[in-house]
């Protein structure tokens, strides 16, 4: 089929590359210049396992195109997917300034019966939005004869970054919703390939499938949340959060998945999907109680693992230095957006303290964008660098390559052998007798 993804970031270019690994034709079109030159050379601006050899494979092969010019892309294509970013507006709704602009264009170029897919995360109500966008911009080039028909569906994408291709090449499930029978029929042709081990299409109403994406991400992060506080009480009566994790983990009703305690979510996906589906819950009348609880604990951990630091040194850092061990929000990516690393070495430099970082593929984004007005930073081409003449070391993301240091070493460059552990990485007891002084999230030390 002729696809062309309107948006080439993290969704778009994932999205796109396994449409073309399996046999579709694709053209990505992005805004930024930069991004699309780089892409036309196989040159990959993220890191995303998998993501670099299946792009190159495919621009070889000649399925895959990149380019700004998107009446061309709209021009060539039967199903126009939106893939652009909604970020958050000031009052927390979802910015659906990039869809509306994409569905603008579709409106000025399309010239031929297609579907539009909405696959962005975008608020209940959008795809009617996006098809009157469409159709005012038709109506200006065809008054009330439209040529063509065409139509909006709704399809969210549930991919983590990190897994992205994997998650895409293997879905749990694919949901879209329309309303239109036909275009189902070719939405489920199109993902047949993703689903021939067993069926995993999930049809349904475009309001329902809109809802969907924001209901699964609201879940993920109340359970986060749910294990955040419930850590917090554990350190507070003398229980192990580590034992009481396993311990509901393990009724299937519960399962281990998102129940491991640390130092809160970030990413470019929770923080603003939960906000945007509080909005639109009191948008329509609803106050929603659990979503609004669940923010507050999550920020709230960040600063109850601040304190954990500061109740050590005090207040006044003046003359302490940090080793950070990661940067980026969850390991396998380079994604900053809302880490919580970002709040913490903020607060402790703020407060006088210099920080020697070290993450496995985050590091340049920190630098460049995320972490560029904080000066007293250092960055440390490998993890055990970072540690030298060091007052503590901070784990804030659980990159595998962090699993098992050499603890030797650990305590041999720093100033004083202190953990911080904001991802509960390490073995309490083995560290203790190591002569660690060791700190976890949801138990005492
Ligand atoms: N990143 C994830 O893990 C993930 C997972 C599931 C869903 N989503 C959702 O998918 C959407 C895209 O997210 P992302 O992480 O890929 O965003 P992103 O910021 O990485 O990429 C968006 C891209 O769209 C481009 N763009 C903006 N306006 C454009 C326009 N008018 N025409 C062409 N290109 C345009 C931008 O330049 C950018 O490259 C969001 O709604 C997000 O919530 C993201």
Not at 29 to 51: M, Y
Not at 356 to 381: C, G, Q, R, T
Not at 405 to 431: C, S
Request: aromatic share 10%; glycine share 6%; with cysteine.
């Amino acid at each position: 089929m002729r696809l062309a993804m309107i948006g080439s970031g993290y969704v778009g270019l994932v999205t796109g590359a396994c449409f073309a690994e399996m046999g579709n034709n694709v053209i990505c079109v992005d805004i930024d210049d930069k991004k699309i030159e780089q892409l036309s050379q196989g040159i990959v601006p993220i890191f995303e396992p998998g993501l670099d050899k299946m792009i190159k494979r495919n621009l070889k092969k000649g399925n895959l195109h990149f380019t700004t010019d998107v009446k061309f892309a709209i021009e060539n294509s039967d199903i126009i997917f939106i893939a652009v970013g909604t970020p958050q507006s000031e009052d927390g709704s979802a910015d659906l300034n990039h869809v509306l602009k994409a569905a603008e264009d579709i409106g000025r170029y399309l010239d031929h019966e297609a579907i539009i897919v909405d696959k962005s995360t975008v608020p209940v109500g959008t795809a009617d939005r996006v098809k009157e966008t469409i159709n005012a911009q038709l109506k200006k080039r065809f008054g009330d004869r439209v040529p063509f028909e065409f139509d909006v569906v709704s399809n969210p994408e549930f991919l983590k970054e990190g897994d992205a291709v994997a998650d895409f090449m293997k879905p749990d499930r694919v949901v879209v919703g329309a309303s239109n029978e036909k275009s189902m029929k070719i939405m489920k042709e199109l993902y047949r390939p993703f689903t021939m081990n067993h069926e995993r299409f999930i049809a349904m109403d475009v309001r329902s499938a809109e809802l969907t994406k924001y209901a699964a991400n609201a879940m993920l992060a109340t359970k986060i949340s749910f294990i955040n506080e419930i850590s917090r009480i554990a350190e507070a009566v003398g229980a192990d959060i580590n034992k009481v994790r396993v311990g509901i983990g393990s009724d299937k009703r519960i399962g281990y998945y998102f129940i491991y305690p640390g130092v809160g979510y970030g990413g470019s996906c929770f923080p603003k999907d939960v906000r945007a589906l509080e909005k639109m819950a009191e948008d329509n009348g609803i106050e929603p109680e659990i979503i609004k609880a669940v923010q507050h604990v999550n920020q709230a951990q960040r600063y109850y693992f601040l304190n954990k630091i500061l109740s050590k040194f005090g207040e006044d850092l003046e003359g302490r230095v940090f080793a950070i061990w990661g940067l980026a929000f969850k390991p396998q990516t380079d994604d900053m957006r809302e880490a919580p690393s970002i709040t913490i070495i903020k607060e402790l430099t703020k407060r006088g303290a210099f920080i020697k970082a070290y993450d496995p593929e985050a590091m340049e984004n920190a630098k460049s964008f995320w972490l560029k007005d904080v000066k007293a930073i250092e960055y440390l081409p490998n993890k055990y660098d970072a540690l030298n003449d060091a007052d503590a070391m901070i784990l804030l993301t659980e990159w595998k390559e962090f699993r098992s240091p050499d603890f030797y070493e650990i305590k041999k460059r720093l100033k004083n052998p202190v953990i911080f552990d904001g991802r509960n990485q390490y073995n309490k007891e083995f560290l203790k007798e190591f002569g660690f002084e060791y700190y976890q999230v949801g138990c005492r030390t």
